[in-house]
């Protein structure tokens, strides 16, 4: 596709179940970034994906969280066992090579309700 | 360590008045400076960034954000508001420090009064 691409747009979801969101990169990209947005919170860092390198899980705020990238595109964000303060919108991100001086892309984000 | 500061989560202006959003940083090392824009139920896109060379930048719908190291500032003008400026601003700034080198402030929501 064109942009990045985030599914679903909107999820409503009850305490304690599991969610499992969705990120297309722009093809070719090579970094993916998920970041969390919360009311006042502004963009909280989740997880960086690079190439086939580690991935950066530094900012996952629980091992209730967790995400995988396969083949280098498609990545996916479980949370598992949600809780209301997981309500957010959560956003995807991708740039080139994750150079220092690129360009973030942005998705719309999955708004997240845990009821 | 990095940090951003947006001073005001809340800033109003009139309809053709200056827009001033600011932002400082914290960094041990040169940094890279960014401004995103998400207009309302839209994605975040990139307004300007500094990268090397001229401190002062020019970026989409006439901002323009100057880079001063003695003060660890990157604010960001327009010398008049439009009401489709409305939106949220978001400073962010790159580093060399690892793995993830992206580190965002909280955000600034710019009002527009007719």
């Known amino acids: 596709g064109a942009g990045v691409s985030q599914s679903p747009s909107n999820k409503v979801t009850e305490k304690g179940k599991d969610v499992e969101l969705r990120c297309d990169p722009i093809?070719?990209?090579?970094?993916l970034y998920w970041y969390r947005q919360s009311l006042g919170q502004g963009l909280e860092f989740l997880i960086y994906f690079q190439g086939n390198s580690a991935p950066d899980k530094s900012g996952l705020p629980s091992d209730r969280f967790s995400a995988e990238r396969t083949g280098g595109s498609v990545s996916t964000l479980t949370i598992q066992r949600t809780q209301q303060e997981d309500s957010a919108v959560y956003l995807c991100?991708?740039?080139?090579?994750?150079?220092?001086?690129?360009?973030?892309?942005f998705g719309s984000g999955t708004q997240l309700s845990v009821l | 360590a990095q940090s951003v500061t947006q001073l005001g989560s809340h800033v109003s202006v009139s309809e053709g008045a200056l827009v001033l959003l600011r932002c400082n940083y914290s960094s041990s090392v040169p940094p890279y400076l960014f401004w995103y824009v998400q207009y309302p139920n839209q994605g975040l896109q990139l307004l300007l960034k500094?990268?090397?060379?001229?401190?002062l930048v020019k970026g989409i719908n006439g901002f323009e954000a100057e880079f001063k190291k003695s003060e660890t500032s990157f604010h960001l003008t327009k010398p008049s508001a439009h009401m489709s400026d409305a939106a949220e601003y978001f400073c962010?700034?790159?580093?060399?420090?690892?793995?993830?080198?992206?580190?965002f402030g909280t955000g600034t929501r710019l009002t527009v009064i007719p």
């Open positions: 962010a700034v790159s580093v060399q420090t690892g793995a993830n080198n992206l580190f």
């Open positions: 093809s070719g990209h090579t970094a």
């Open positions: 500094y990268t090397t060379g001229a401190t």
């Open positions: 991100a991708s740039s080139l090579a994750g150079g220092l001086n690129e360009k973030l892309f």
